[in-house]
């Protein structure tokens, strides 16, 4: 059996030029990092949205894998944020950057008293931990270096704390392979961020980013909003209460009160918009569908009693191509909504069967688009799901931009406040093990942008 060959702590670190090399560091200026859920362009175009709509534009970033850091012009609360957020599971401040870093550098950026000095003054016992992303490749920057990048530094931590009298244990990543990051709920499950501190290292091809975890996801709040709720219909494709809050962040806007759901199953949608303080209107055409979601919103009072004041919430039984019958026109400030995607597939659909489902979908799409249209308040927007089956290349969707227009549409690119993605008309949303991908479009309505 071969032996591993133990690297060298610092040796050809991604970045290092030469050891003679004085690397710059820099200290940034209202730079903050979020780490991203698995679909990271969804995730970015949130959080886009969520900054737009509180003023905090995003005017520089850098997206590395599953890890952004953006400078917006502002101080962001990174709890008050994540708070909000669907799609990012951590978010904190950046303390430095390193365009050339190696072992030294990254020492005397650590014991800065913005990252252990803090932690040097403790009274009591700390726990620290050290998470590492990197966008680099395997070969770049191996796994095993990775390692021995993560015990150097908790090493040097560790001593570091000794000799200032306190006492300190490390956070290990609970799985084998241990160059991992630090999960969220294992940070959570230790106290981690108040008895401690996490420090992130963020890697790619130009420097290291130095941050300092400040908030991570509530994962119990949206696993008991899944889990717990009243009812759960698992005879439909389910949606994740995280992606239906990534949905209400991007339809929403700043004096947005009042959202619809068309389609609202067993009420998903509905209370991820509670919660971030709209009321709502659930309508479906399955009237037990909307004795679902009536339950859960009900359950959802129960929780939380800092909720909407219930008498602005309504629930219909109705065709959601015949709204207008219930809801006045123009009297909706946005719409998040999941329409019938179609029948589950046990295997990808061949061209023939594709092209069967989509045109039966088509009809009840285009009919729901232009009513759900009346009903929307100019400026307002509605994100909605559009299917893509699995098949060869692409797969095979609905194109229904033509019809969009004609309506009165206009698409609106999710990543639009994201220099380099402005054409970016939809974003998709898929696991490898699915046969009916989620397409997500935003749409607005003509009229005064609000």
Not at 8 to 24: D, F, I, L, M
Not at 40 to 65: D, F
Request: net charge neutral.
């Amino acid at each position: 059996m071969t032996r591993s060959k133990r690297v060298r702590p610092g040796a050809n670190w991604p970045g290092q030029r030469s050891r003679e090399t004085t690397p710059s560091c820099e200290e940034p200026r209202d730079d903050f990092f979020f780490v991203l859920g698995h679909q990271p362009l969804l995730s970015l175009a949130e959080l886009a949205n969520v900054l737009r709509t509180s003023g905090a534009n995003i005017e520089q970033y850098r997206l590395m894998g599953d890890v952004v850091v953006i400078r917006s012009g502002h101080s962001l609360d990174c709890p008050k944020l994540l708070g909000i957020l669907g799609g990012s599971v951590k978010a904190g401040r950046v303390l430095a950057h390193l365009s050339e870093p190696n072992p030294e550098t990254l020492w005397e950026s650590l014991i800065s008293d913005s990252v252990l000095g803090g932690l040097a003054e403790s009274a009591k016992p700390v726990t620290l931990a050290i998470s590492l992303y990197s966008s680099l490749p395997e070969e770049q920057f191996p796994m095993a270096q990775r390692r021995s990048v993560i015990e150097e530094t908790n090493k040097r931590c560790k001593k570091f704390l000794a000799e200032k009298g306190v006492s300190c244990r490390y956070l290990i990543w609970e799985g084998s392979r241990r160059a991992e990051p630090i999960a969220s709920a294992q940070l959570i499950k230790t106290h981690t961020l108040e008895s401690g501190a996490e420090i992130c290292l963020v890697w790619d091809e130009k420097g290291l980013f130095i941050g300092k975890t400040e908030a991570v996801q509530e994962l119990d709040a949206f696993a008991k909003r899944d889990m717990q709720k009243p009812v759960r219909r698992t005879t439909e494709g389910l949606l994740p209460p995280k992606l239906a809050r990534i949905l209400v962040n991007l339809c929403r806007q700043l004096e947005d009160r009042m959202l619809l759901d068309p389609f609202c199953g067993s009420g998903v949608i509905l209370l991820e918009a509670l919660q971030l303080g709209l009321n709502v209107i659930g309508s479906d055409l399955a009237s037990e569908a909307v004795d679902a979601s009536q339950v859960n919103v009900h359950w959802l009072y129960k929780q939380d009693p800092t909720l909407p004041d219930s008498k602005g919430n309504a629930f219909h039984c109705h065709d959601a191509r015949r709204l207008t019958e219930r809801i006045a026109p123009l009297s909706v400030d946005c719409i998040a909504t999941e329409p019938y995607l179609g029948p589950p597939l046990r295997r990808p659909a061949n061209p023939l069967e594709a092209a069967r489902l989509l045109s039966e979908l088509r009809h009840l799409y285009v009919e729901a688009l232009a009513e759900l249209r009346i009903l929307l308040r100019p400026g307002g927007r509605l994100c909605v799901i559009l299917p893509r089956l699995a098949g060869p290349g692409q797969g095979y969707g609905l194109d229904l931009r033509d019809e969009i227009g004609l309506m009165g549409y206009r698409i609106v690119s999710p990543l639009r406040a994201v220099a380099g993605f402005f054409e970016q008309t939809h974003l998709l949303y898929a696991r490898h093990d699915q046969r009916v991908f989620r397409e997500i479009w935003l749409l607005e309505s003509p009229g005064q942008e609000r």
